[in-house]
């Protein structure tokens, strides 16, 4: 099956009893068991419900992944993720990453004792020297989150597996239909569902996609055992989601190519960043490892100051300012003064991370009218 056919049918059949197309919302706590320990695969509503398991089967086919298991919220992904290391581990991960991974990873389990670099990991000379022998993985987001970095999942994953490193890629930012870091050999991949993949701005969700046995084994030990797992609600949403994906994605990635053309000929900006213009330095790495280049843009003022950034988002009114990305609606941000917050301002500095820049996720609206709202802010 090709991309589009998957995300509406992948893993999924209609339901036995009733024959609905669509998989209830199972809600339920428990099942019943006919002797001790017999029953239709499911015992307790932590470890297992109907209406997430289509929704892991969906999200498995889309990454080209034998399972995947589902989570409360990306980050809660991540948590269980993480607590497959252990003391003294080493992990490498990029210099731009989304605030909230590098918040769970400095303020929760570096006290654990679990150690991290945070590199341009585009530079794989760097990459190399980083490691060391008690690397264990590296945590890899492409395209970066919001300098839109393309970084090089084939040769990434090759220096993990001359060292024995795991590679986990956060791919909420390209989706799956752009981009499926298992076909690189990545040993597993996360989502934010919460982003493109739910796409509606109304559901927080979480999931891991892996063919590894060892990950998923830990996963699913981790899903029974601290339960941080999502409601037959929000599962469905999810994967009501997911059926228009395909058409979502391609509608936003063709406003944003406008849209970065608008800009990058604007007097009043300082720099684009957006993989599909050629001026960007990974724009080849982009063409050849993306399907296409994402809905996710960046831009600089030529006044590069927080307050200007923040009169700027003051005064769209098709795009909201608001977090988050990957929805139908077009959303405007700042991550100096907002997602990126809690990366101290020299850190943002040294990445390369300037206080005007202002990060937009481009919704499938006409792309003439975010373009005369942006033009109308300047
Ligand atoms: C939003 C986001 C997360 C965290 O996901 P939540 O669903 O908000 O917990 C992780 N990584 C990236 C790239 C994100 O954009």
């Not at 059949?13 to 199972?26: D, H, L, N, R, Y």
């Not at 080209?64 to 497959?84: H, I, N, Q, R």
């Not at 252990?86 to 210099?95: L, N, Y």
């Not at 850190?347 to 937009?360: C, H, T, V």
Request: charged share 20%; glycine share 6%.
């Amino acid at each position: 099956m090709k991309f589009n056919t998957k995300a509406i049918h992948s893993g999924q059949k209609s339901e036995e009893t009733s024959g609905a197309v669509m998989p209830p919302i199972f809600q339920t706590s428990t099942y019943e068991q006919s002797a001790p320990n017999v029953h239709k695969g499911y015992d307790y509503a932590r470890v297992g419900n109907p209406t997430r398991t289509a929704l892991e089967k969906l999200i498995a086919g889309l990454e080209g992944a034998d399972e995947a298991a589902c989570f409360a919220s990306g980050v809660a992904a991540m948590d269980a993720l993480m607590k497959m290391f252990r003391p003294g581990d080493h992990i490498i991960s990029s210099d731009d990453l989304y605030g909230g991974s590098y918040r769970l990873f400095t303020s929760i389990f570096e006290p654990y004792g679990i150690k991290f670099s945070f590199i341009n990991m585009t530079d794989l000379e760097l990459v190399r020297k980083t490691i060391t022998p008690q690397t264990k993985m590296m945590w890899i987001e492409t395209p970066t989150n919001p300098l839109l970095r393309v970084v090089d999942l084939k040769k990434l994953v090759e220096i993990a597996k001359e060292n024995n490193i795991l590679t986990i890629v956060d791919n909420t930012f390209a989706s799956p239909y752009l981009q499926r870091p298992l076909e690189f050999g990545a040993d597993a991949v996360l989502h934010s569902a919460t982003k493109y993949l739910a796409g509606h701005s109304d559901v927080i969700h979480g999931a891991v996609a892996t063919s590894n046995k060892e990950i998923l084994e830990n996963l699913r030990f981790q899903v029974k055992s601290t339960g941080a797992v999502p409601g037959p609600m929000d599962c469905y949403l999810t994967l009501r989601g997911i059926k228009t994906l395909a058409v979502r994605v391609q509608r936003s990635v063709e406003n944003a190519r406008k849209i970065a053309d608008f800009l990058n000929s604007h007097p009043k900006v300082g720099q684009v960043l957006y993989p599909g213009l050629q001026s960007h330095p990974q724009h080849e790495l982009a063409m050849n490892q993306m399907d296409d280049f994402g809905a996710m843009l960046s831009f600089t003022l030529k006044n590069d100051s927080i307050e200007a950034a923040v009169k700027f988002m003051s005064t769209t009114k098709v795009f909201t300012l608001a977090e988050s990305l990957g929805g139908v609606e077009s959303l405007i941000s700042n991550p100096a003064s907002m997602t990126h917050g809690s990366i101290p301002k020299e850190l943002r500095e040294k990445a390369g991370l300037s206080d005007s820049l202002i990060r937009i996720s481009v919704g499938i609206e006409d792309v003439e009218d975010l373009i005369a709202d942006l033009d109308q802010a300047f």
